[in-house]
């Protein structure tokens, strides 16, 4: 019997991650996806699912009765899931439908509706931040919200969108620019939080929650949010801790993998979002690589309904890694870039993996999508590390013409 993946586009997640890692625990996988054309694509030179099906991943009833038509053809399902951030509620819904292990689809929406993360904590009487919704017919020049302020979509991911804005001037602006772009795009206007932010990252069975590991984030310059780099660091304190874990229970989260970015106000920790998956933009092999734990394995073994393994505890790992995106500085094609490798140098296991292919022609939009490569290494400190990534970003150019 196999396990049902739901998806929208082709991603490292899926075709790195979640399908090699059934293919090493023996099951067989279908993927149910609104692209199927790009899915079969991806899937011509490495591991395939044994079909790849047209299904409106998008609706919750829909992928329930999709996995009830192919009984037929690939016996019950033992497990549903998926590592896409837009379809957490609809997948652990129908989940729920089928009776097959899974997350709250409450707990799901919660952490997608930034608004509604943010009355949940409110409420819950954990942290306040000044959050105010902007429907597609708002006036944004009423709104009353403390400034310098961020702009960002309701269900957004991935600093897609969002933006810095200083005063009444700049809201204004910022939203009339994204809504000439996505008309009908429901928004909000957030206080900053301000200071380095970091991630925590959790798998949970339902009963138990594991910090696996965190990573302090450096952003590009604003208004925009683009990660540019990401070291490891796993020790957090013990009161940030804390109030992390109040918080996260207050929204539900406690089934799969969770990745929680945030900023620490003294003994607080001030949540930016909760994205309700593994850490992306290839984060999640990274972070593996790193621990020496299959994560998509141990992500599936969850939905198949099993506990929590033995993890190690992050803070033990003898090792660092240090993770650079390449960014595109402007709008154009790639005409030049080192091929995927792996290597080692010295103590440090550098990897550069690409995430634009040669030829390609493309805008520069500010966000994760002028990313062109992630380059990581990992070693036995950090100064190693340093000093092996930089030199091989020395070594290497990206050139677009």
């Known amino acids: ?58 609706d919750a009833g829909a992928v329930a009765a999709r996995v009830h038509s192919l009984v037929a053809r690939f016996g019950r399902p033992d497990a549903l899931l998926s590592n896409s951030d837009h379809l957490q509620t609809a997948t652990a819904l129908a989940a729920e439908l089928l009776g097959l292990p899974g997350k709250s689809w409450q707990a799901a929406l919660r952490c997608k509706n930034k608004f509604l993360t943010r009355r949940t904590l409110a409420e819950a009487g954990l942290d306040v931040v000044t959050s105010v919704e902007i429907g597609p017919r708002d006036d944004p020049a009423s709104i009353d919200i403390p400034f310098p302020a961020v702009v960002k979509p309701r269900e957004g991911v991935a600093s897609e969108d969002a933006s810095l804005v200083a005063d009444h001037a700049e809201l204004v602006a910022t939203v009339g620019e994204i809504r000439g772009r996505k008309p009908g795009l429901t928004l909000v206007a957030e206080e900053y939080l301000a200071g380095p932010l970091r991630t925590y990252e959790t798998l949970g069975d339902g009963t138990s929650l594991h910090h696996f590991g965190s990573w302090r984030t450096t952003l590009g310059p604003p208004p925009r949010f683009t990660e540019d780099r990401l070291e490891w660091d796993p020790v957090l304190p013990a009161p940030v801790t804390a109030h992390l874990r109040a918080q996260l229970d207050a929204l539900g989260v406690g089934f799969g993998a ?42 599936i073994k969850l939905h198949l309904g099993g506990t929590l393994g033995e993890l190690p505890d992050p803070a033990t790992i003898a090792r660092h890694g240090r993770v650079d995106y390449v960014m595109a500085d402007r709008a154009g094609t790639l005409v030049d870039a080192p091929a995927a490798l792996v290597e080692q140098v010295g103590e ?54």
């Open 1 to 58: 019997m196999p396990i049902y993946i739901t998806a929208l586009n082709p991603t490292d997640a899926v075709t790195v991650g979640l399908l090699p890692a059934a293919h090493r625990l023996g099951l067989e996988s279908v993927l149910l996806t609104n692209q199927v054309d790009d899915h079969l694509k991806a899937y011509e030179n490495g591991p395939a699912p044994i079909a790849v099906i047209d299904t409106d991943v998008r």
């Open 258 to 299: 969770c990745h929680t970015e945030f900023v620490a106000d003294g003994d607080r920790a001030r949540i930016i979002e909760v994205n309700y998956r593994l850490i992306g933009d290839t984060m999640d092999l990274i972070t593996s690589e790193l621990l020496g734990v299959d994560l998509f394995a141990e992500l």
């Open 348 to 401: 440090v296991r550098i990897g550069h993996r690409p995430l634009r292919e040669i030829g390609v022609t493309a805008p520069l939009h500010g966000t994760n999508r002028d990313y062109l490569a992630a380059v990581h290494g990992i070693g036995p400190d950090v100064a190693t590390v340093d000093t092996a990534v930089d030199g091989f970003l020395a070594d290497h150019k990206w050139v677009i013409a």
